[in-house]
């Protein structure tokens, strides 16, 4: 079963426009991961986040973890045409290797 | 490094043939993960491996699946019958130890089952 979930499902923006995308899981965890993925593609790792750091940066992307909401949210400042795709969050845990995705956020940013 | 390879790239066949798909992780990564994906579930875990072997093939659906790590380069997951409701992109991933939580993902395997 899917462990975090994203919100919204679809985001339609304006390029040049900044981007903010929430995931919220159940359970505690020990990582929480995005992932972009462009339409046909494979996933491609963006950024980790640990459960004791409470924001992250890299290039023109901002994440942030709540571990006390269970809440973590992707920001996409500036968006390019290119930003276009299916964003994904993943939870993984101290126990084990196994990741956990949510159903995805689909970004379409208009030219 | 070419990246995760998988093959086929699209694969179509009929209800009850046998389906084998192959993936091949970046050299020198000892996690291999099998993920199967569509809209109505999403993306779900289906076995992975460490060192060639199965450490976890819980999401494994039924008797029908079957995934083998033979050596470090290679991997392959069979369907035997498979059915219709089989139909999905599976994705190979694959990770080391140092960076076990990062994945790196293979282009996927489109199946259909007609």
């Known amino acids: 079963s899917q462990q975090g979930e994203e919100d919204p499902q679809a985001l339609s923006i304006q390029e040049g426009e900044n981007a903010t995308m929430n995931c919220s899981y159940k359970?505690?965890?020990?990582?929480l991961q995005w992932y972009r993925q462009n339409s046909g593609r494979g996933l491609v790792h963006l950024i980790l986040?640990?459960?004791?750091?409470r924001e992250k940066h890299s290039g023109r992307l901002r994440v942030t973890l709540d571990t006390s909401k269970k809440s973590s949210s992707l920001l996409i400042t500036a968006s390019r045409a290119a930003d276009t795709a299916s964003y994904f969050c993943?939870?993984?845990?101290?126990?084990?290797?196994?990741?956990?995705f949510g159903a995805g956020t689909t970004v379409t940013v208009r030219a | 490094d070419a990246g995760v390879i998988q093959s086929p790239r699209h694969e179509v066949t009929e209800m009850g043939q046998e389906v084998t798909l192959r993936c091949k992780p970046i050299?020198?990564?000892?996690?291999l993960f099998w993920y199967r994906q569509t809209m109505m579930r999403g993306l779900e875990l289906l076995i992975y491996?460490?060192?060639?072997?199965?450490?976890?093939d819980s999401g494994m659906p039924e008797d029908r699946f079957s995934a083998k790590m033979p050596n470090a380069s290679f991997s392959t997951l069979k369907i035997q019958p498979s059915e219709p409701r089989d139909s999905a992109v599976y994705f190979c991933?694959?990770?080391?130890?140092?960076?076990?939580?990062?994945?790196?993902f293979g282009s996927g395997t489109q199946l259909s089952v007609l």
């Open positions: 991933a694959s990770s080391n130890s140092l960076g076990r939580e990062k994945l790196f």
């Open positions: 993943a939870t993984g845990y101290s126990n084990d290797y196994k990741l956990s």
């Open positions: 359970t505690s965890i020990n990582n």
């Open positions: 491996f460490n060192n060639n072997v199965p450490i976890d």
């Open positions: 050299s020198g990564h000892d996690y």
């Open positions: 986040i640990r459960s004791n750091e």
